[in-house]
């Protein structure tokens, strides 16, 4: 699906991703992350090869959460939750963590601080389905 | 497992939780809610018959997780994800959302404002295991 462009604000404007995976026994396994969007996809560097990566491999059905700092009309906070089908792209991890880094962390940093960082990994999810609370729903 | 203090300290002070569940077709379906805790579980209030509730009674395994407004030494946010095992307890949502209204929305605050509210559900998770980024591991 096309991300309404309310749900891509969400992304661009620096919320925290929590990236849930499906474990190797079925249960849900949850890292918090930096986002950023590459066209329709929501993207995801890491550096290392983390369990969530042997997740999405055996099982690319991921879901992705986001805070929005904002209260709807009952006092509930704002939330998007991105369902969504994940691949994995290798190499390109720290480019994409320094674009990153000038949003979540400000326009000088240099990260990853080391040097030759590895190649790394770059996932991308396709949104499938959209939830929460917010301008894309009802209950925003 | 007893939660460590640096862990009960972030529930207390209202960060949000978003809870992860196994979908009927075993896929992580998230929503993201108030919590707090009640001896060693984390409790969530839910005043009506949520999918949530559905999944746990499938399966009861659950991740949640919060965010932590800290970075770590390399500029990564701090989070803390808990794995554990819900039960849901029928009635007393009312007063545990009215209780938990006090942290995330002021000392004053009336919730649910409606007359005659449903005796909903409070879903007890007993955490079983921690991950993330904060003082109860190495990479905090």
Do not use: C
Not at 41 to 61: E, G, S, W
Not at 111 to 126: C, E, H, I, L, Q
């Amino acid at each position: 699906m096309e991300l309404p462009e309310s749900a891509k604000e969400v992304i661009r404007a620096g919320a925290y991703a929590h990236l849930a995976t499906i474990d190797i026994d079925g249960s849900p396994q949850v890292t918090v992350a930096w986002a950023g969007l590459d066209g329709e996809d929501i993207v995801i560097a890491t550096l290392f090869d983390q369990r969530k990566l042997a997740n999405i491999r055996r099982d690319p059905r991921v879901t992705l959460s986001f805070e929005i700092d904002e209260l709807n009309e009952w006092g509930l906070r704002k939330y998007l939750v991105v369902y969504g089908t994940a691949r994995i792209v290798e190499g390109g991890a720290a480019e994409k963590l320094q674009e990153l880094a000038h949003v979540y962390l400000g326009p000088e940093v240099v990260f990853p601080a080391m040097p030759d960082p590895p190649a790394g990994f770059v996932t991308r999810v396709t949104p499938e389905r959209l939830s929460g609370i917010g301008p894309w729903n009802a209950r925003g």
